[in-house]
């Protein structure tokens, strides 16, 4: 096992209003191959791994039988993506990433803030849970998640 980082459990009920203007983003749900491979895509450059890990993963028409992904689009170039999956009455949001060229922006919040709303339309308000990087996690808590739990990642590399 090789240490990759540390990670923090985090959940709402309720998001908070966003604390400035959502950026001007193209917001698709990805319900084709295209846009699914784009999810893979997004998570391998953010998170600076192999594309070939992630996209033989989000292209697999299975996972979206109870999951739902959006990819945010600028000048019709993916650069953003989060999906939420229900399980168990829970909303748990899952592959968020931004390219890193695109980041720190506003374009992860408003992928998301789309994904949870496709989310509650498909399946009603539920809590929603999430792992946040170090990264992400100061976004997260400005849209009302709390921490509720640290802990550190490995990868079985």
Known sequence: MEYMMPMYGMATDRLNEPVR?????????????????????????????????????????????DMIGVVGLVDGVPVATASVATIDDIAYVALVATHPEQQRKGYAEAVMRQ???????????????????????????????????????????
């Open 21 to 65: 203007p959502l950026p001007a983003i193209d917001l698709r749900v990805a319900d084709g191959e295209e846009l699914r491979a784009a999810i893979g895509d997004l998570n391998a450059a953010g998170y600076a791994i192999p594309a070939e890990i992630c996209r033989p993963v989000t292209t697999v028409p299975e996972i979206w039988k």
């Open 115 to 157: 994904a949870l709303a496709q989310a509650r339309e498909a399946w009603g308000p539920q809590r929603t849970v999430l792992h946040a990087t170090a990264a992400g996690r100061p976004v997260y808590a400005r849209m009302g998640y709390a921490e509720t739990v640290g802990f550190e990642a490995f990868s079985g590399a």
